[in-house]
């Protein structure tokens, strides 16, 4: 079965440190992968994605993840945080196998203190 | 317009109440959707519209009703809800729904939400 694990529910950095939120996947064939964001009070918005191509793809307000196949992992990642990215991260896989919808990890709450 | 909007924001309602959630795209999206979300949690897929036609149900109890007029709107009819309903309901939409194997361009653009609280 396909799924996805953040297996951080809070992560604190400090602001101007380099930030990462993890995510690690398993599916069957080529996983299509999201990374979206959640403020307080918000919808969801979308950050970047991994279809296929570099393994480092960058996204919206400064983020960035590294799709790593042989650790089957997608970490986001930031070189400098901002108290302003304080909010909730989901990652997501696209399941394949069933009407091709996410599958979304539990969330990592991210914390930047000033 | 890469914007999802949703009215209304906040709703409040009884368990006897009819009431609807719209949820608007400008984007020429043909796949919407709605989910549901509790505080701190994944959202939780709900319906599935693909070019104005339901794909998608996941085995939602029935006091939840789903319509799309058209391809630009997607509506949530409420009715007969429990206090458990409570939640953020979110619509989203597509460039469409891909098919398997492909590796078209699929990433959900998502709205604000409406907060239910039902009493």
């Known amino acids: 079965a396909q799924s996805v694990a953040q297996p951080e529910d809070q992560v604190n950095v400090a602001e101007g440190n380099p930030l990462t939120v993890k995510c690690t996947y398993s599916?069957?064939?080529?996983?299509?992968l999201f990374w979206y964001v959640q403020y307080p009070n918000r919808g969801l918005q979308f950050l970047l994605k991994y279809i296929t191509g570099d393994n480092l793809v960058k996204g919206s307000y400064g983020f960035e993840a590294e799709f790593n196949k042989s650790q089957t992992s997608f970490h986001l990642k930031k070189p400098s945080a901002l108290v302003s990215d304080s909010a909730l991260y989901f990652c997501?896989?696209?399941?394949?196998?069933?009407?091709?919808?996410?599958?979304w990890g539990l969330g990592t709450s991210l914390a930047v203190n000033p | 317009d890469t914007e999802v909007t949703q009215t209304p924001k906040h709703l409040v309602m009884g368990m006897t109440n009819k009431k609807s959630l719209k949820c608007e795209q400008h984007?020429?999206?043909?796949?919407m959707y709605w989910y549901k979300q509790k505080a701190k949690k994944p959202p939780e897929l709900m319906f599935v519209y693909s070019y104005e036609k339901l794909s998608i149900n996941e085995s939602v109890p029935s006091r939840f009703s789903p319509e799309c007029p058209n391809s630009s709107l997607l509506n949530l009819h409420l009715h007969a809800l429990q206090p458990e309903d409570s939640a953020l309901y979110l619509c989203?939409?597509?460039?469409?729904?891909?098919?398997?194997?492909?590796?078209?361009?699929?990433?959900?653009?998502f709205g604000p939400g409406t907060r239910l609280t039902v009493l």
């Open positions: 989203a939409s597509s460039q469409d729904v891909s098919g398997a194997g492909t590796r078209a361009y699929n990433e959900q653009f």
């Open positions: 997501a896989v696209r399941d394949e196998g069933n009407n091709r919808k996410l599958i």
């Open positions: 984007m020429g999206h043909r796949a």
């Open positions: 599916v069957s064939g080529n996983p299509y």
